[in-house]
């Protein structure tokens, strides 16, 4: 674990060096700096400055902004009263933690108290102050990087205040994607977050203002799903994800979501409301009831309209999606009954060149067949053994692509003996040792592919 250093205790170790060691400044303040990063100390948020005169006519502009915003919201007592003056400093102050220094500038706010504040001032400002505590958030967004920050925003009570912000009603679009950006920024990384946003019952929030401004299109609203049901916190061993995931899905989540996808996403939000609703798709029951409700069909248009207009981003967002849905052996059937084989190859020949569309749509055909030899033998006929072969050619040094390849050509053959031939014949084992080879990450997907191929030396 990383050792905390203060400002003060590195200030007077750069002064030390230029007192006792007799360094001039630049050499004091790169030796500080070298001896406490080979420790192991956490530098960031420490202002790298020669202390003295020199310092206090330099003071940072992140901590000059950040102490005029903490002045400016004592001296009007939390009112609000001088409105332009604090959404000047607020945004000022985003501005330096999104600059080509942000992250650092960021540190330097979390270090100084500035999460303290700025959820301080939310929890001051009224529900009717919409512009300033939309740019409280967007601030607070742009400052929670880590855990660091985000246990800050948590002891500061930041859950419990955003949701209340959220609760007000606001008819402001901007609020809301500014609030929800926070639950988003806030979670990540944090499983604790989580579980505060959770007993607050954000779920529930969450329900209430997609069916509420179902025209309204809050992409941090997506953000703020996928984020809340992804176990990222290393630090815990039994993720609670799991779990909301699924009351996510018995209160109608999933149900609103592929409404949104039917109905009014915007093709910029599109790809995050996929990877919400792949979020929630965690069991069988639950991606076979998306399925009832339509999902299936919803992203099978979508993959169409996104091969006509060329939008990789798209295309790769509901291939994914879909790939999760197709983990149930009934949506399966129902993919494959809707044309599914021939609107995958028709997407690869218009992606032809993108590796990663062509390694998404290898992927999708991967789950549809297996433990499934009709739907092998059916994929054959399509011709994705000829894309298998033609992806291991065409891209040689994409490891991911090589890799998806053999276990879709392992799951063509396996029970059918009569692929193995038809591969066999148009030169993949050739191919499958060359990646295995060239590729460590294939390593083991390569070795099934050569057994189910039926030779003996697989392991060569």
């Known amino acids: 674990m990383a050792i905390s250093i203060s400002q003060e205790a590195f200030d007077a170790m750069v002064r030390e060096n230029m007192e006792d060691l007799g360094m001039d400044a630049d050499e004091a303040l790169a030796d500080a700096v070298e001896a406490l990063t080979l420790q192991g100390a956490d530098l960031s948020g420490v202002i790298k400055r020669v202390p003295g005169e020199a310092a206090a006519a330099e003071v940072s502009p992140v901590v ?69 505590l939309a740019s409280a958030l967007k601030a607070l967004s742009s400052v929670l990087r880590d855990v660091g920050s985000t246990e800050k925003f948590r002891q500061s009570e930041g ?17 809301l994607d500014a609030g929800f950006s926070v639950v988003a920024v806030g979670s990540a990384g944090n499983e604790v977050v989580k579980e505060s946003f959770m007993d607050l019952k954000v779920d529930e929030l969450i329900l209430h203002v997609m069916r509420e401004k179902s025209k309204t299109d809050v992409q941090s609203l997506y953000d703020a799903i996928r984020v809340l049901l992804t176990p990222d916190d290393n630090r815990v061993v039994a993720s609670q994800v799991y779990g909301y995931s699924r009351r996510f899905a018995e209160i109608g989540i999933g149900e609103v979501l592929v409404s949104a996808l039917r109905e009014q996403v915007a093709p910029s939000s599109l790809p995050s409301a996929c990877a919400a609703l792949k979020s929630i ?7 076979r009831s998306i399925s009832e409700i339509g999902g299936i069909d919803v992203l099978l248009q979508c993959i169409d309209e996104a091969g006509e207009q060329k939008n990789k981003i798209i295309a790769k967002s509901c291939c994914s999606l879909l790939s999760k849905l197709a983990a149930s052996d009934a949506n399966k059937s ?17 992606f032809s060149e993108d590796p990663s569309i062509v390694q998404e749509v290898m992927s999708m055909v991967t789950v549809l067949t297996l433990r499934s030899p009709e739907n092998a033998e059916r994929a054959m006929e399509v011709g994705y053994g000829t894309l298998a072969i033609q992806a291991m050619q065409r891209f040689p040094s994409s490891g991911q692509t090589q890799k998806q390849a053999c276990l879709m050509i392992r799951n063509l053959v396996v029970r059918n003996p009569k692929n193995r031939t038809v591969l ?14 060239m590729h460590g990450s294939c390593k083991d997907a390569a070795s099934s592919a050569l057994r189910d191929l039926g030779l003996d030396n697989y392991n060569a």
């Open 64 to 132: 000059r902004v950040l102490d005029e915003l903490k002045a400016s919201h004592s001296a009007c007592g939390g009112s609000g009263q001088d409105l332009d003056g604090l959404v000047s400093l607020i945004d000022e102050l985003r501005g330096l933690c999104c600059s080509g220094e942000g992250s650092e500038n960021a540190a330097i706010v979390v270090r100084n108290g500035g999460v303290e504040a700025l959820v301080a001032l939310c929890g001051s400002a009224g529900v009717a102050q919409d512009r300033l």
């Open 159 to 175: 859950p419990k205040i955003v949701m209340d912000i959220l609760k007000g009603g606001s008819e402001s679009s901007d609020l």
């Open 281 to 287: 798709a965690v069991n069988d029951e639950i991606c």
């Open 334 to 350: 129902a993919i494959i009954q809707r044309g599914g084989f021939d609107r995958f190859i028709k997407l690869a020949s218009r």
């Open 424 to 437: 066999l014949n148009d030169g993949a084992e050739k191919l499958i040792r060359k990646a295995k080879v």
